[in-house]
């Protein structure tokens, strides 16, 4: 595998250039700085650290340079043998005619002679060859792999600046000097800016999707090796882990949504005002002359004592206005039966029944977040509730004032009853409790109806990520309620070995203006879900840390059926398996070291695009690499729907890919990518678990009624919306 190594060094030694420039640091330049011989070739790549070579010249390729390796037996000491092996049967000779005796011609002028023994050889006889930073041991067993750097892009790193996105591709290879270095770009040479660093222009065609693409390969020249880097940046805004997806969620209740679910409200508001009398007080304080002689009070009603209540039917019917939702109630058969008590001259009580035909309320509610933002408070407040009674009277029944005479000598001075009584009931319904839990009758049963709007709690709960939405907003209009969440996705365990990802991406939003019909049928719906592409991107990427897209594939179905593929059948994709021995079936393992990306596509199929999958062939049994490489490609969806309490996204296809080869510890040849062969095994790359996660958002529930999916939206401000009807649950 190349070498990924997340460096500052190479920012570092750009900054001490720039001191260096503006003489803050009196020092020649850069490359001494690093370059201990002075011979132009700094240390980190110099095969001859303490001996000035510019020319690096190294005729046995043994990773240390000729200017210091009197060992020319390569097994780790300059010892006699090596002069009466090689170096004396070179004397006087020439090495371009003796090529083999490039080794011994330790002064590089082109004869091996006497002054290489005096000069050269017997000054290092008994030490070591070298020292060379490149060797790949101290015996030189060749060159290290070129070590390559690249500092911009990072992997996994978020661009959020207008026009960065596939800007300049910058790095180093620290370890090749530049004489024999060649560094390509996505297939083009880069630029060599000297002591190892580099930079090219970023291709277009590097920007897929949501991710900068960027492929670097390194070349030592003298050996051949290659170092294969791919690095993927993310084209948008980073939203951290512990962070909220901001106005992700909309939910929108029209009023046609609203009337579907007045019968539960009504439903709820009958039982609390069934027990009337529980609402209403007991005593209402009247304190009040009735017979009254001028000077002096001859009957005081003291109050009345309510001993029962009764209202049947009420009817709500309930619509959304600006900045409120409308509350119009109609009650049967209010029926009061009370005592008036009384004091002074004519004390005995009298009993009575108050009866309407009709109790009609009305009032304004406002829908709000409440304290825990979790859940919704409904509040009457600014407004107040009216009550009017119609066919309203009062019957004395019982007591001193069922007389005939002094009922109505009682009737002529009481007050009017139907002004005493109105006030309690209106009090009865009110809804005082500002942002709180002890909501009035009908505010109450319009709480609970909106109950189930939040879809806190687990998101797919086999799948171990844990959801959570806040309210952040409610807005009213004339046509519905649009409800917005701030949401979060977290794993509930990350596993060991889980890929660091931080954070998710964010990209601009635009919240759903949901109107009065579907957008494409132009059909009145009950209740739309927008999801924003940020919440899905946050669940992706839990998904991603609790090892869901980690995947390994031991069969493969060529056309035959699947069946496992042994290492002599890749024989036929490069001939480097034939030298697994002994032969063993082969695993593909799929690991991602970046979370999917979903994409919003207005007029067209969600996709989600992968970068960064690890794709590794290895032994099944021995579990040896064989080969290593990246994919990047995208999946499309098939369908959205709402099916009972989920979400459900139809299969997602392959549509497209790109395999980039890293590197083979077995020689493969990154041409054998290119095998249609691979194009069927990759097949088997299929999108299941994707989906799974997808699925996983709940369905928000209302009191009993479940979403009759519609139709679905893709908009331009990167939601998805589904529009549904409420219908009864199990109908």
């Known amino acids: 595998m190349a070498r990924i190594i997340k460096s500052g060094r190479g920012a570092w030694i750009v900054g001490l250039g720039v001191l260096l420039a503006a003489g803050f640091i009196l020092m020649p330049s850069v490359a001494q700085v690093f370059d201990g011989d002075g011979d132009g070739v700094r240390d980190s790549a110099d095969n001859c650290v ?13 990773g240390h340079g000729d200017a210091c390796d009197a060992d020319y037996n390569n097994d780790g000491l300059v010892a006699p043998d090596d002069f009466f092996g090689v170096l004396r049967p070179c004397l006087g000779l020439d090495v371009a005619t003796n090529p083999q005796c490039a080794v011994a011609d330790g002064n590089g ?16 006889l008994g030490g070591p060859p070298g020292p060379s930073s490149v060797a790949n041991t101290a015996a030189g067993d060749g060159y290290e792999p070129p070590e390559l750097i690249i500092d911009t892009p990072l992997h996994g790193q978020f661009i959020d600046v207008a026009g960065a996105c596939g800007g300049l591709v910058e790095g180093e290879v620290p370890n090749v000097a530049e004489a024999d270095l060649d560094v390509d770009v996505d297939g083009a040479a880069a630029t060599l800016l000297g002591d190892g660093f580099f930079e090219a222009p970023s291709s277009a065609a590097n920007l897929q999707g949501p991710f900068d693409i960027v492929l670097v390969e390194a070349v030592r020249n003298v050996t051949g090796d290659v170092t294969i880097q791919q690095n993927v940046a993310i084209c948008g805004s980073e939203i951290a882990a512990g962070a909220k997806a901001l106005r992700s969620v909309g939910i929108r209740i029209n009023d046609t949504g609203i009337d579907q679910l007045e019968d539960a409200i009504n439903d709820a508001a009958n039982q609390a005002l069934g027990n009337i009398e529980d609402l209403i007080p007991d005593s209402i304080p009247i304190n009040d002359c009735i017979i009254d002689l001028g000077y002096v009070c001859l009957t005081e009603l003291d109050r009345i004592r309510i001993n029962s209540a009764s209202l049947d039917d009420l009817a709500i019917d309930l619509n959304s206005i600006t900045n409120a939702v409308r509350v119009r109630g109609t009650a049967q058969d209010l029926v009061l039966d009370y005592t008036a008590i009384l004091e002074g001259t004519i004390e005995p009580d009298c009993d009575g029944v108050i009866r309407a035909d009709e109790a009609r309320i009305s009032t304004d509610l406002q829908i709000s977040p409440a304290a825990d933002m979790s859940q919704l408070d409904i509040n009457q407040n600014p407004f107040t509730p009216s009550v009017t009674l119609v066919n309203f009277r009062n019957d004395f029944d019982g007591g001193l004032c069922s007389f005939p005479i002094i009922e109505d000598i009682i009737n002529l001075f009481l007050p009017d009853i139907e002004d005493l009584i109105i006030p309690e009931i209106e009090a009865a319904l009110e809804d005082d409790d500002g942002n709180g839990p002890n909501d009035g009758v009908v505010a109450q049963a319009l709480e609970d109806a909106l109950g189930g709007l939040n879809i806190d709690g687990l998101a797919g709960g086999a799948l171990g990520l844990d959801l959570t939405a806040m309210f952040s907003d409610v807005l009213e209009d004339n046509a519905g309620v649009t409800f917005e969440l701030d949401a979060n996705v977290q794993p509930l365990a990350v596993p060991p070995g889980a890929p660091n990802i931080p954070s998710s991406i964010g990209t601009p939003l635009t919240f759903p203006n949901f109107g009065a019909n579907t957008p494409g049928g132009g059909v009145p719906y009950g209740v739309a879900l927008g999801l924003h592409e940020n919440l899905f991107n946050k669940l992706l990427r839990g ?32 001939p480097a398996f034939a030298t697994v021995s002994p032969v063993e079936n082969v695993v593909i393992e799929f690991t991602p070291s970046l979370s999917p990306v979903l994409k919003v596509n207005p007029g067209g199929t969600p996709t989600v695009h992968i970068a960064g999958m690890d794709v590794a062939i290895k032994g099944q049994t021995s579990g040896d690499t064989f080969l290593n490489a990246r994919l990047d490609g995208v999946l499309e969806v098939g369908t959205i729907a709402i099916n009972g309490s989920q979400l459900s996204f139809g299969p997602l296809t392959l549509s497209s890919f790109n395999l980039e080869f890293i590197d083979s510890p077995i020689g493969v040849s990154p041409d054998a990518l290119d095998n249609p062969l691979l194009q069927p095994i990759l097949g088997n790359l299929n999108g299941t678990a994707i989906c799974s996660s997808l699925d996983s958002i709940t369905v928000p529930s209302f009191l009993g009624f479940m979403l009759n999916g519609l139709e679905t939206e893709q908009d331009t401000g990167g939601f998805i919306n589904i529009y549904a009807d409420l219908v009864p649950d199990g109908s």
């Open 109 to 124: 002028d082109g004869v091996v002679a006497p002054n290489d023994f005096f000069g050269f050889f017997r000054p290092a």
């Open 543 to 574: 998904e991603t840390l609790g090892g869901a897209f980690d995947l390994v594939i031991d069969e493969f179905d060529i056309g035959s059926g699947s069946m496992p593929i042994p290492t002599i059948t890749l024989v036929i994709i490069d």
């Open 50 to 62: 303490d001996v000035a070579n510019a020319d690096q010249a190294d005729a046995d390729l043994d």
